[in-house]
């Protein structure tokens, strides 16, 4: 029998913490168009109790919303901007291996790893919750590990004590790069 892994809440929030180039992402050619708009980067804060039983608090910066378009269609922005609370599963095959966490509710909307350094270089980012920053996803993952109890980050996800909180945002305006 697998032991129960404590609960850890990550909580994206609405807060800018600065900003990030993404390239407009085709979702029928599943291709990026080479057009680098400006997007802000959100605060996205894990929490959780270590084994100690003390609340520890990590904080990152994520991709919220990103440009897409379909065909010859106009650009527009993606991502969620609506309230909510969401249960984490673990999607191991993503990014060649990386993995991912999906939220409940939503057929492809995924935390995953994003841009290292997110002014230099512009991912395909089209409404997904991106991690950025030097190994940020790494460090994220492992904050996870070390909050749950657990180094087994499928095994947190099958248990369904991962949540993921999607605080109030406006979506940003269209700024091209």
Sequence with gaps: ??????????????????????????????????????????????????????????????????VGHSGNGPDFIAGKSRPGVHTLTWGGKYMGGKGCWKLSGYRQVLIHDGADRPLRRAYGAVGCIEVTGVQGWERFNERVEELSGSSDLKEIGRQGRFKCGLLQASPPPLRRA
């Design 1 to 66: 029998m697998t032991a129960s892994t404590r609960p850890v809440r990550c909580t994206v929030t609405g807060i800018v913490v600065g900003q990030a180039l993404v390239d407009s992402y085709d979702l029928h050619r599943k291709s990026k168009s080479g057009r680098h708009y400006r997007v802000p980067l959100y605060r996205m804060r894990l929490a959780g109790h270590d084994d100690s039983g003390t609340i520890q608090y990590y904080d990152f910066s994520v991709i919220r919303f990103g």
